[in-house]
T-cell receptor, first 116, second 115 residues
Framework: GAVVSQHPSWVICKSGTSVKIECRSL??????MFWYRQFPKQSLMLMAT?????????EQGVEKDKFLINHASLTLSTLTVTSAHPEDSSFYIC????????????FGPGTRLTVL | GESVGLHLPTLSVQEGDNSIINCAYS??????FIWYKQESGKGPQFIID?????DKRQGQRVTVLLNKTVKHLSLQIAATQPGDSAVYFC??????????????FGKGTKLSVIP
């Protein structure tokens, strides 16, 4: 149980284009979803926290107009990287949380974004 | 600011030996600490957690020790196996006002198991 999926697992795009990453909780309803970014050989950095049906809360230094987060249902959150640039190339990981699923954050497998 | 960090960035261990991964923290108000394992190209996997009012907690082949006096956390892996090769992160768990909690991750230690 408590499986979280991400799609796509990897994506390569041209500079200036937008990329959408999906995060789904497959067997539970997630009241809260989190988005993290991880650069090579570095730790996970929290980007934003989103609750279903409300606006995401972004961490300091994260541009909300560049990283659009939509949490339209209890099983789906999307992260859209708008006008992507090479410096946005990173490993993006989501996690999903629900008290009913054990009260822990369950992590997705990550999405590798490469911007050319 | 307050942070969670690690002493050693890399650790090489002979298969069958015990591994010890260390973590220092500075936020004494943390409620829980969690150890995660991350294999290459994958998301973090929960290993074990410990509440701040505990000193030790054991799982299957893993033990976490918490020393609040010196704000130090360690993960011990018994009889290390090649499948244990990964990056290990400690994380501080802090409850937020929305009924959920946030995680602050340390820098990570790469464990390499030598067959």
């Amino acid at each position: 149980g408590a499986v979280v999926s991400q799609h796509p697992s990897w994506v390569i795009c041209k500079s200036g284009t937008s990329v959408k990453i999906e995060c789904r909780s497959l067997d539970f309803q997630a009241t809260t979803m989190f988005w993290y970014r991880q650069f090579p050989k570095q730790s996970l950095m929290l980007m934003a926290t989103s609750n279903e049906g409300s606006k995401a809360t972004y961490e300091q230094g994260v541009e909300k107009d560049k990283f659009l987060i939509n949490h339209a249902s209890l099983t789906l959150s999307t992260l859209t990287v708008t006008s992507a640039h090479p410096e946005d190339s990173s490993f993006y990981i989501c996690s999903a949380f629900s008290f009913l699923a054990g009260g822990e954050q369950f992590f997705g497998p990550g999405t590798r974004l490469t911007v050319l | 600011g307050e942070s969670v960090g690690l002493h050693l960035p890399t650790l090489s261990v002979q298969e069958g030996d015990n591994s010890i991964i260390n973590c220092a923290y500075s936020n004494s108000a943390s409620d829980y600490f969690i150890w995660y394992k991350q294999e290459s190209g994958k998301g973090p996997q929960f290993i074990i957690d410990i509440r701040s009012n505990m000193d030790k907690r054991q799982g299957q082949r893993v033990t976490v020790l918490l020393n609040k006096t010196v704000k130090h956390l360690s993960l011990q892996i018994a009889a290390t196996q090649p499948g244990d090769s990964a990056v290990y992160f400690c994380a501080e768990k802090r409850y937020s006002g929305a009924g959920s909690y946030q995680l602050t991750f340390g820098k990570g230690t790469k464990l390499s198991v030598i067959p």
